[in-house]
């Protein structure tokens, strides 16, 4: 089994900033993928910021410019900083961790942004 805890989230104004972390432990396999996605009340879950391979990243459109996803691998954590955040940011984050046998998520961590 993988444990997954994201860590970082909360209360913030409009324009500020929060840096969110994923740590993963357990049973971790090489290669593995990590993520952050982000539910919305009454919306889908959806990626937020990937690192499908490499060094390559995906972002949302809606978080360009302003997020930005890292990953230390000798501590199996991954970050999230995020910028400029705004109202529609809001939602809880979640971290999942992937490899060819695994699919883990964590419980989530709130992020408020007030306008």
């Known amino acids: 089994q993988v444990q997954v805890v994201e860590s970082g989230g909360g209360l913030v104004q409009a324009g500020g900033s929060l840096r969110l972390s994923c740590a993963a432990s357990?049973?971790?396999?090489?290669?593995?993928?990590m993520g952050w996605y982000r539910q919305a009340p009454g919306k889908q879950r959806e990626l937020v910021a990937g690192?499908?391979?490499?060094?390559?990243?995906d972002y949302a459109d809606s978080v360009k410019g302003r997020f930005t996803i890292s990953r230390d691998n000798a501590k199996n954590t991954m970050y999230l900083q995020m910028n400029t955040l705004k109202p529609e940011d809001t939602a809880v984050y979640y971290c999942?961790?992937?490899?060819?046998?695994?699919?883990?998520w964590g419980q989530g961590t709130q992020v408020t942004v007030s306008s």
């Open positions: 999942n961790y992937k490899d060819r046998l695994q699919d883990y």
């Open positions: 690192m499908p391979s490499g060094n390559s990243r």
């Open positions: 357990g049973s971790i396999f090489s290669p593995n993928t």
